[in-house]
């Protein structure tokens, strides 16, 4: 129960940045891997997609679900695993961020971006996948 706004203000705020902060979360090289909400033992996996970042497409959106509503199922959670081979220093393959939507709603919009160190043809190869439970 609500019983001091002002308490719930600064919650509020401390969730925004914790959110902000997520929200510039960036992959990294041997098998790194990125969650946002969580994965517990009723969620079921709605849908997975496999992201190629080249030279030629270095950027790319990975879309679930509508605004509509058009499905009973609820995200929650957001996985992002850095499979391509990693980068000897250690600096960023892919940026990934949640665009639109993410946990609690029925669609996302998921931005993978190739990192700016990624030199020549080499491919980034990110795996997408989105959870959620029936309502």
Known sequence: MLTN?????????????????????VLRGDGASVTWGHVNKYASRLYTEDVYLTPETPGRDVVYGSKNGADSYRITAVHVEDLSSSLADGDADAETLVAEGGIGEQFVV?????????????????QVSIYGLDL
């Open 5 to 25: 706004a002002r308490e719930w203000e600064l919650k509020s705020s401390q969730l925004l940045l914790l959110l902000l902060l997520m929200v510039g979360q």
């Open 110 to 126: 998921v931005h993978c971006q190739r990192g700016k160190q990624v030199l020549g043809a080499q491919s980034v190869h990110l």
